[in-house]
């Protein structure tokens, strides 16, 4: 199995699956002859190129475009389909501008900071602006693109680059150490059910060629979240020699973890949600009509939808 990853915390639960062999371990409890590989790249784009060229088995990816993966390829096996979650990230909106505390606060100057344009953190302010402004697209144009580690220097040294970032951990907790941040929306009071931050997909091909490859790498997630819910400081350990850091401390990624922990997991959360939003705005002309068309059948009793 070819796993293809990326940078970040949320990629926790592939680096202890890689160091402790827990893909492997699963896979031999199913009676399964299974090797796992890591390969490293860089964004969403070649992921993606990578699963459709067939260098790399499994991909992750954020709810909108698996769900843009899923409707490209229906009807071919070239389809994409969730085979394990991995986690739900909280992400935060925040703000060094005293007299920002909710969204409709934000003025016409204000600049907010994500990773990139096609986030889960752009779909979310879009969800939110939906309701506050009844105009999705209200704050689009007010959106930057900018790696996580420079919003937060800029959002921190106010240099007015942006006033808003809207984080994810270990970033918006960096932020917070600083008294002029703060927090004004998170994804739990725009989604309360919760949505999955990065899910693995793979081709339907793959998983009908391997009928248990979803069921061994969804166990196997699953054991590395509790590793991360039982055993933080040994989770963060894993973290930093997978990515050392020159700002991010061992105590702080374990307290980070500690508060997160329960985050990880193969469960699927927030496409019916997702799907529905993409739906009524034209980015998916035919939507699922549940959750369960887009996964694996190893993942329809530890999912919610």
Same mark, same amino acid.
């Given at each position: 199995?070819?796993?293809?990853?990326?940078?970040?915390?949320?990629?926790?639960?592939?680096?202890?699956? $890689?160091?402790?062999?827990?893909?492997?371990?699963?896979?031999?409890?199913?009676?399964?002859?299974?090797?796992?590989?890591?390969?490293?790249?860089?964004?969403?784009?070649?992921?993606?190129?990578?699963?459709?060229?067939?260098?790399?088995?499994?991909?992750?990816?954020?709810?909108?475009?698996?769900?843009?993966?899923?409707?490209?390829?229906?009807?071919?096996?070239?389809?994409?389909?969730?085979?394990?979650?991995?986690?739900?990230?909280?992400?935060?909106?925040?703000?060094?501008?005293?007299?920002?505390?909710?969204?409709?606060?934000?003025?016409?100057?204000?600049? #907010?900071?994500?990773?990139?344009?096609? &986030?889960?953190?752009?779909?979310?302010? $879009?969800?939110?602006?939906?309701?506050?402004?009844?105009?999705?697209?209200?704050?689009?144009?007010?959106?930057?693109?900018?790696?996580?580690?420079?919003?937060?220097?800029?959002?921190?040294?106010?240099?007015?680059? #942006?006033?808003?970032?809207?984080?994810?951990?270990?970033?918006?907790?960096?932020?917070?150490?600083?008294?002029?941040?703060?927090?004004? *929306?998170?994804?739990?009071? #725009?989604?309360?059910?919760? &949505?999955?931050?990065?899910?693995?997909?793979?081709?339907?091909? &793959?998983?009908?060629?391997?009928?248990?490859?979803?069921?061994?790498?969804?166990?196997?997630?699953?054991?590395?979240?509790? *590793?991360?819910?039982?055993?933080?400081?040994?989770? &963060?350990?894993?973290?930093?020699?997978?990515?050392?850091?020159?700002?991010?401390?061992?105590?702080?990624?374990?307290? *980070?973890?500690?508060?997160?922990?329960? $985050?990880?997991?193969?469960?699927?959360?927030? *496409?019916?949600?997702?799907?529905?939003?993409?739906?009524?705005?034209?980015?998916?002309?035919?939507?699922?009509?549940?959750?369960?068309?887009?996964?694996?059948?190893?993942?329809?009793?530890?999912?919610?939808?």
């Amino acid at each position: 199995m070819r796993i293809g990853i990326g940078f970040g915390l949320a990629f926790l639960p592939l680096y202890i699956c $890689e160091d402790l062999k827990l893909i492997e371990k699963q896979a031999r409890a199913l009676h399964l002859d299974m090797r796992a590989s890591y390969q490293r790249l860089l964004g969403a784009g070649p992921m993606q190129q990578a699963i459709a060229a067939g260098t790399i088995d499994v991909a992750p990816f954020g709810i909108a475009p698996l769900l843009a993966a899923w409707a490209k390829g229906k009807g071919t096996r070239q389809q994409i389909i969730a085979v394990s979650g991995l986690t739900t990230m909280p992400l935060t909106l925040l703000s060094n501008q005293p007299k920002v505390r909710s969204l409709g606060d934000l003025r016409a100057t204000d600049r #907010i900071a994500m990773p990139s344009l096609s &986030a889960p953190q752009m779909y979310l302010l $879009e969800m939110a602006s939906e309701s506050v402004f009844h105009r999705y697209d209200r704050l689009r144009g007010q959106v930057v693109a900018m790696a996580p580690a420079d919003a937060v220097n800029a959002l921190i040294g106010g240099n007015d680059t #942006i006033t808003a970032d809207f984080a994810s951990p270990p970033f918006t907790e960096l932020a917070l150490r600083d008294g002029k941040v703060h927090a004004v *929306v998170a994804s739990s009071d #725009i989604l309360q059910d919760g &949505a999955s931050f990065l899910i693995l997909g793979a081709t339907r091909a &793959a998983v009908e060629a391997h009928a248990q490859l979803a069921g061994a790498l969804d166990r196997a997630i699953d054991e590395a979240a509790a *590793v991360i819910r039982k055993d933080p400081r040994r989770a &963060a350990q894993i973290y930093l020699t997978h990515e050392p850091s020159a700002t991010l401390e061992l105590g702080m990624t374990e307290a *980070v973890l500690k508060e997160i922990g329960g $985050e990880f997991g193969s469960a699927v959360h927030g *496409v019916d949600a997702f799907a529905d939003f993409m739906g009524r705005h034209v980015e998916l002309k035919n939507p699922p009509q549940s959750w369960k068309d887009i996964v694996a059948p190893a993942l329809l009793n530890s999912s919610s939808g």
